[in-house]
């Protein structure tokens, strides 16, 4: 069973930064994808940034040029650095992999961006 874990959540000023990490319980480098969700209150859960096998990324346009997807295979991890935050980037940041046609889904961790 593959497990993921989100870490690296917190509280932070608007304009600050913060680096999500997420653990995968397997090496990730038999995943076809791995990404970043998140979900504000009344909200759906929408698509922030991806990664996919050949390393090519995908970002929402509202976080373009201001987060970083990236990968350590050898620490079977992907991170989501996030700069110049804004109080819309406040949500509940969940961490995917994609194998084939599942999903793989973390816990979720808590981002809170202050005015």
């Known amino acids: 069973q593959v497990q993921v874990v989100e870490s690296g959540g917190g509280l932070v000023q608007a304009g600050g930064s913060l680096r999500l990490s997420c653990a995968a319980s397997v090496s990730i480098q038999g995943f076809n994808a791995m990404g970043w969700y998140r979900q504000a209150p009344g909200k759906e859960r929408e698509l922030v940034a991806r990664?996919?096998?050949?390393?090519?990324?995908d970002y929402a346009n509202s976080v373009k040029g201001r987060f970083t997807i990236s990968r350590d295979s050898a620490k079977n991890t992907v991170y989501l650095q996030m700069n110049s935050l804004k109080p819309e980037d406040t949500a509940v940041y969940y961490c995917?992999?994609?194998?084939?046609?599942?999903?793989?889904w973390g816990q979720g961790t808590q981002v809170t961006v202050s005015s």
């Open positions: 990664i996919v096998s050949g390393g090519s990324t």
């Open positions: 995917v992999a994609e194998i084939l046609r599942l999903r793989y």
